[in-house]
């Protein structure tokens, strides 16, 4: 990360906690209409969730065209079947959550997530007058002159796909294979001002990983999220975002990222490893500060650099042989190795 993006992130962190002096101003709420989707990751190959993506080929047929056009062709056309045989096999993997979306139409999450940003506005002394989903992966902020409720309005949150969503399909909200958990990756923009002529006064990409639900021995996990009106799912939704929006206004101070900056998090959910610098280590859950500048709240009974890292990144290769081969069942264990927590930032 450049010098100069750092300085300029922490001038906007400053100039927010300076914003928040006029507490409880009305504020206006841009979201991208892809947050209120649910999405299931892909499984790794060889555990029982497992889609494959089916292999195909594409010939094309032109007469009269010389061999290297006609391979160039080729090469387009088969990596736009791929393109689509990954969206297809993402599709067939979402189906997953079917039962859990039926019940929870894309209005309903809607209402569920406008709850939920405005209990975050809430918490950050901010009152959230409007808010509205827009068809852009990033809402701009041109969009504010179309919306009557923000020409009274004081601050702007515009709140796009993070960087961690865009994969062949925008996934900002998205379950881990085995639906005990949520990923939540948004890229939160907040502004103030008129609403024709508004000032950014901080932005930040942030992930977050939820807490892994326990569920008891044989519970199906969408009934566990769907019962009592979905108030487990409701409850975890709202910590999620609330994390996000407090990660995305606060004010910390970051350190540099070096190139070869790499971290692993050891959790009941495996082994998870990242290009980043440990913020900090606190009540089971670490904050990372990515190369890509993303800060990601994620659950680790442990940290591991160095030595510790390249060992359980050897275990982890080992497990999804074993996965591949069929040879080692995944039940979920965590490889034990020795760890050494990473030292907080200064």
Do not use: C
Not at 25 to 48: C, I, N, R, W, Y
Not at 280 to 288: D, F, K, N, P, T
């Amino acid at each position: 990360m450049k010098k100069n993006r750092l300085i300029a992130g922490l001038a906007g962190t400053l100039a927010f906690a300076s914003a928040l002096a006029n507490a409880n101003a009305p504020t206006v709420v841009l979201v991208t209409d892809d947050l209120p989707e649910f999405h299931v990751m892909q499984a790794e190959k060889g555990s029982e969730f497992y889609v494959e993506t089916p292999q195909v080929a594409y010939q094309p047929v032109i007469a009269g065209v010389d061999p290297i056009s006609m391979a160039i062709g080729g090469a387009i056309g088969m990596a736009a079947v791929r393109h689509q045989a990954a969206i297809d096999a993402q599709k067939r993997t979402d189906e997953r959550v079917k039962p859990l979306t039926e019940n929870l139409d894309e209005q309903a999450l809607q209402a569920l997530l406008r709850k939920s940003i405005g209990q975050a506005l809430a918490g950050q002394e901010m009152n959230q007058t409007a808010l509205a989903y827009f068809a852009e992966s990033r809402p701009d902020p041109k969009l504010l002159m179309r919306l009557k409720a923000a020409r009274n309005a004081e601050r702007f949150v515009l709140v796009g796909n993070g960087s961690a969503a865009k994969e062949i399909i925008n996934m900002p909200l998205i379950f881990d294979p085995s639906l005990r958990q949520l990923r939540l990756s948004l890229d939160i923009e907040l502004r103030e001002g008129k609403h024709d002529r508004s000032r950014r006064v901080a932005r930040r990409d942030v992930t977050v990983f939820t807490t892994p639900a326990d569920f008891a021995e044989g519970e199906d996990p969408l009934q566990a999220w769907a019962a009592d009106d979905h108030a487990r799912l409701r409850a975890v939704v709202d910590l999620a975002v609330a994390e996000a929006f407090a990660l995305a206004t606060s004010d910390r101070d970051l350190p540099k990222v070096p190139r070869d900056a790499a971290i692993g998090t050891l959790s009941t959910q495996g082994f998870d490893e990242f290009e980043a610098v440990l913020v900090s280590h606190e009540e089971g859950r670490a904050l990372l500060w990515t190369r890509d500048d993303t800060l990601v709240s994620i659950p680790a009974d442990e940290v591991v650099t160095g030595e510790a890292l390249v060992a359980a990144r050897a275990a982890e290769e080992v497990r999804k042989a074993g996965l591949d081969g069929g040879n080692m069942k995944d039940d979920g264990v965590v490889p034990v190795v020795d760890a050494v927590e990473a030292p907080a930032a200064d």
